[in-house]
């Protein structure tokens, strides 16, 4: 049951909720050495701009999150993790802790991405309970909801999103401690996109139900993310209810990403 939130959004959080995001999620991609040299990149383009910035996150793979780390901790740029262990620790071969995460300088996990739930049989009780551990270790969950391509032609795209919304959610957080990101499985790598039309609906929907659920609900950021492109994130951005893109293929590449980034729209 997701019960409504009395928890309060303090007032210097809200400035910060009302940047975009971008965020780049790295997948299993790369080696040490191509971490460094993509992490070094966009810092030296970081500290060369001309225009204020959204917020912007890497998401490396675990291997390489210190190497990352070490080159970003004195930057604006953030780090955030692939996935996070529900459990503090113990025998828990090949996991990793949430407090683990923080040690190495992480601020966000993406939690409930389509891969881990299809790979991993990740199911709603398991991504709740991730994103619960999380946010108590001081980690904001970037959770990833989105419909099947069935799901969407067949008129369930609305009900689905609905439902995990209500499942995967905590049931106690502040809008500052949580960033949802939708995704729909059909548009993740396959060069194809909803409509804006399909995303403002989506979107506004995510936002209505936030807002009966949870003090503040509506100014949790929102983020869209499959096959963001380059070239088409100025229109994703300039969408309405869109707070943001998590981005795959496109951030590692450091000038598509910084082309991305640039089409930012406050
Ligand atoms: P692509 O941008 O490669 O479609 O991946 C999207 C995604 O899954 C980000 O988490």
Request: hydrophobic share 40%; glycine share 8%.
């Amino acid at each position: 049951m997701w019960l409504l939130s009395k928890n309060v959004l303090p007032e210097d959080k809200k400035e910060e909720m009302m940047q975009q995001y971008i965020i780049g999620n790295w997948k299993m991609n790369g080696t040490k050495a191509e971490a460094q040299k993509l992490a070094s990149g966009f810092l030296k383009r970081i500290q060369e701009a001309e225009r204020p910035l959204p917020k912007i996150v890497l998401c490396p793979s675990y291997p390489y999150l210190t190497t990352v780390f070490d080159i970003l901790k004195n930057s604006p740029i953030e780090m955030g993790a692939q996935d996070v262990f529900p459990e503090k620790s113990g025998p828990y071969t090949g996991d990793v802790s949430a407090i683990q995460l923080t040690d190495v300088g992480c601020k966000y996990v993406i939690v409930g991405h389509s891969e881990r739930r299809l790979h991993h049989k990740e199911d709603c009780a398991l991504i709740r309970k991730k994103n619960d551990v999380a946010i108590k270790a001081g980690l904001r969950p970037i959770l990833c909801i989105g419909e099947s391509a069935e799901e969407r032609k067949s008129g369930k795209a609305l009900h689905v999103i609905s439902s995990q919304l209500k499942s995967d959610l905590p049931e106690s957080f502040s809008p500052h401690e949580m960033i949802i990101a939708y995704e729909p499985l059909w548009a993740i790598g396959t060069g194809h996109l909803p409509s804006h039309e399909e995303i403002e609906e989506v979107m506004g929907l995510i936002k209505h139900e936030l807002s009966l659920h949870v003090s503040g609900g509506g100014l949790v950021p929102i983020l869209y993310g499959g096959s963001v492109t380059a070239e088409n994130a100025l229109g994703l951005l300039e969408l309405p209810h869109v707070d943001g893109l998590l981005v795959g293929g496109a951030s590692l590449k450091l000038d598509d990403f910084w082309d991305v980034i640039n089409a930012s729209q406050r």
